[in-house]
């Protein structure tokens, strides 16, 4: 039997009516038509009454819950209409209830399966990644054993490159595990006030050596008479300034420069270090900052990079609560900046 409001509405009016009718003629002197009066005004009445509450404030609003699960078993989120809810009608707010439950969770859905694609990326990238240093190692020791020993020029060199190949396994794993450490909250930052000039003076004295052998010359623009202080972890900046100025030496031009400069603020320094190299093509400079991601692969390698240096700067800046921004031009040079907390008053550069 097919229950439609109708039917329903019907039925209610009837037994209304034929209760109020029953009722009435208990009284005597109620007279045969107004009985019969009574009977139609009170049935027509109670169905109409009936029919609107029925048809407008229930049937419809259920009708309304099946389209939408139906809808939402077709994932079919956009073309689904979100009322405003009425208070009136608890119905169409179970409406908008489940709406609201079923997109929270096709988005928790949507994010887990984003992060599982991810996870397998990363774990496929991270054994290409090995799988480079171990096989070259690999060839170099194994072509020794097989009789390359013997020949003492041949011997040296061939371990000389196993070495090269081991040293870059190591910076990956140390690279990776530093990456880990961030993400899972292992390293904690221990913010402190430092002079980030003396800390950047430090970091371009070690890379003397390498910038004289590419002629690069590494100059300091600005004041440098005077202490630049920022609040920030001294350890984690340390690793920022070597990633950005190693990557500025690695991919700065022969007898290219580099510029280090710290801009102060009211509230923040502004470190700028800018090269005048390679540059980066526009369509990866929003990719570089993910992992193992160079825009020459070869060459980055070759040159000893991990990949991994400007994924560990972005996550060392967000630990800071800051972000460090990149503008480049191909064929022109990069700049690399991010901005740190300035030390403001006496007090606080008293604790240096
Ligand atoms: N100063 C720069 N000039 C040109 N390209 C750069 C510069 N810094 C970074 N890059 C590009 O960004 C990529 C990612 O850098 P990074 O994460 O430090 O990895 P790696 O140095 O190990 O290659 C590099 O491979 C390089 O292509
Ligand atoms: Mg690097």
């Known amino acids: ?32 038509n107004a009985l019969v009066v009574t009977f139609f005004i009170s049935g027509s009445i109670s169905y109409m009454l009936g029919f609107i509450v029925l048809e407008f404030l229930i049937f419809r609003e259920i009708d309304k819950i099946y389209s939408l699960f139906a809808k939402l078993r077709k994932k079919e989120f956009k073309t689904i209409e979100t009322e405003r809810s009425n208070p009136l009608n608890p119905l169409k707010r179970i409406n908008e209830e489940i709406f609201s439950y079923a997109a929270l969770k096709q988005k928790e859905i949507d994010e887990l399966k984003k992060i599982e694609a991810f996870r397998r990326e990363f774990i496929a990238d991270v054994s290409h990644e090995l799988k480079t240093p171990i096989f070259a190692a690999q060839g170099f020791v194994h072509t020794l054993l097989d009789g390359a020993v013997k020949d ?18 190591d910076m990956l794993v140390q690279d990776l595990l530093t990456l880990s ?37 590494i100059e300091f623009e600005g004041d440098t008479s005077e202490q630049v202080l920022v609040y920030a972890d001294w350890q984690r900046i340390n690793q920022v300034l070597t990633n950005l100025i190693s990557n500025a030496v690695k991919y700065g031009d022969e007898g290219g420069k580099i510029w280090i400069r710290f801009d102060v603020q ?6 700028k270090i800018r090269d005048n190299g390679e540059g980066i093509p526009a369509t990866d400079i929003n990719r570089i900052f993910e992992r193992f991601y160079r825009v020459d692969k070869s060459r980055s390698r070759e040159k000893g990079g991990t990949g991994l240096g400007l994924a560990i700067v972005k996550h060392i800046m967000e630990g800071h609560g800051s972000r460090v921004e990149v503008k480049s031009s191909l064929g022109k040079g990069s700049e690399f900046s991010f901005k740190l907390p300035v030390a403001k008053d006496e007090d606080e550069k008293q604790e240096i």
């Not at 109708?6 to 045969?32: D, P």
């Not at 003492?152 to 396994?169: E, H, I, Q």
């Not at 009211?266 to 470190?271: G, N, Q």
Request: some cysteine; glycine content about 4%; hydrophobic content about 45%.
């Open 152 to 169: 003492k020029n041949v011997r040296t060199r061939f371990l000389k490159k196993a070495a090269k190949s081991l040293d870059g396994l």
């Open 181 to 217: 450490q961030i993400e899972t909250g292992e390293i904690r930052m221990h913010f402190e006030y430092f002079d980030i000039l003396q800390l950047a003076t430090d970091i371009v004295e070690q890379f003397e050596n390498k910038a004289d052998k590419k002629d690069i010359s």
């Open 266 to 271: 009211k509230d923040y320094v502004l470190t």
């Open 1 to 32: 039997m097919v229950f439609s409001s109708r039917i329903i509405a019907l039925f209610l009016a009837l037994c209304i009516a034929i209760v109020t009718t029953a009722f009435l003629s208990l009284f005597e002197g109620v007279t045969q």
